[in-house]
């Protein structure tokens, strides 16, 4: 999906949905190692209002003309960014977030429930067969435990103020995951690679592209790659070899050898078998650019030919 398929689809949702527009709040509970999704009982009348923030919220955060959308296993260092999930692998967590919620999900009970449970939250905005959904991760920082402090709300005069005898359970309206279609978007990467142990799923990607680079030869000894693999950043880097690289696979390997010797960038950087036909990478700089080579990262200015270590790389098709 693009961003303004995206646009298209909330816009639609809104304009469909009009005064009927609801939303229903979920927690995700987390009680040891295992979570659970659960119902929040809230009064019907706020289900509107609840709404209306926070589709104002969604259509916020696409109203960036800068903002783009790409896929999470090209991840790179731009900021502005939403990430598609594409990647095969879903931790248990995710999946059990981007699978239909069922009705018979059971309501959030303070006999058997804590608020301090609450891992995080889901928002479904829309209409009962029409609708979309937020996830927001829930900080301890968002409750104010009625046990750890003195808490005063204003009463019905001027003056007065009174105690609050319960705890209070805030929600802001950030957006880190949401969900159209089945499709699951990240708009904070820190929390997927945080929260969601995320970073096996990275390895075992990783894992599959070691495995390519393996099978097309060019390397003499596979194990330097194999060593950095507990690095997320070197992890994810590996998985953009495979999954966007217009080198690997797709370049004969003796044109990539002859191209390392003759660059003026990356002129003795690598050694070499004795045959002349393998890459050997004997230092962690030979392994970095080794990676800026299977993913076309060392880019030359036509203009003024100089060359750049380019990341975000968008293909522009030219007209006939």
Excluded at 133 to 161: A, Q, V
Aim: with cysteine.
């Amino acid at each position: 999906m693009t961003k303004n398929e995206i646009e298209l689809r909330i816009n639609q949702l809104n304009t469909e949905a009009g005064n009927s527009l609801y939303a229903m709040i979920y927690f995700i509970l987390q009680k040891g190692n295992n979570f659970e999704i659960v119902l929040a009982d809230i009064d019907q009348n706020l289900q509107p209002e609840i709404a209306t923030v926070w589709m104002k919220s969604m259509q916020e955060n696409l109203n960036d003309d800068e903002k783009t959308v790409i896929n999470l296993s090209s991840a790179d260092n731009r900021k502005n960014v939403i990430y598609q999930y594409d990647l095969e692998e879903y931790t248990q967590l995710l999946e059990m977030m981007k699978n239909p919620i069922s009705n018979e999900t059971r309501k959030f009970d303070f006999r058997n429930d804590n608020f301090d449970e609450i891992f995080g939250f889901i928002i479904k905005i829309g209409l009962a067969n029409n609708n979309f959904s937020i996830f927001r991760k829930n900080y301890p920082i968002s409750l104010i435990s009625k046990d750890k402090s003195f808490n005063l709300s204003r009463t019905g005069d001027h003056h007065r103020l009174v105690k609050i005898n319960e705890d209070i359970l805030k929600i802001n309206f950030q957006i880190d995951f949401f969900i159209i279609d089945g499709l699951l978007f990240i708009c904070n990467l820190n929390v997927l690679e945080r929260y969601f142990n995320f970073h096996e799923v990275i390895k075992n990607q990783a894992q599959k592209s070691i495995e390519i680079i393996e099978e097309s030869g060019l390397l003499e000894d596979i194990e330097p790659l194999k060593a950095s693999l507990e690095n997320t950043s070197f992890a994810r880097k590996l998985i953009r070899i495979t999954t966007g690289s217009q080198v690997i696979s797709k370049i004969p390997n003796n044109v990539i050898i002859d191209y390392t010797k003759t660059n003026s960038v990356l002129k003795g950087k690598f050694s070499y078998n004795a045959s002349g036909d393998k890459i050997v990478l004997t230092t962690k700089k030979a392994r970095d650019y080794f990676l800026k080579i299977m993913n076309d990262d060392i880019l030359i200015s036509e203009l003024t030919k100089n060359y750049y270590d380019s990341l975000a790389k968008d293909i522009i098709q030219t007209e006939e």
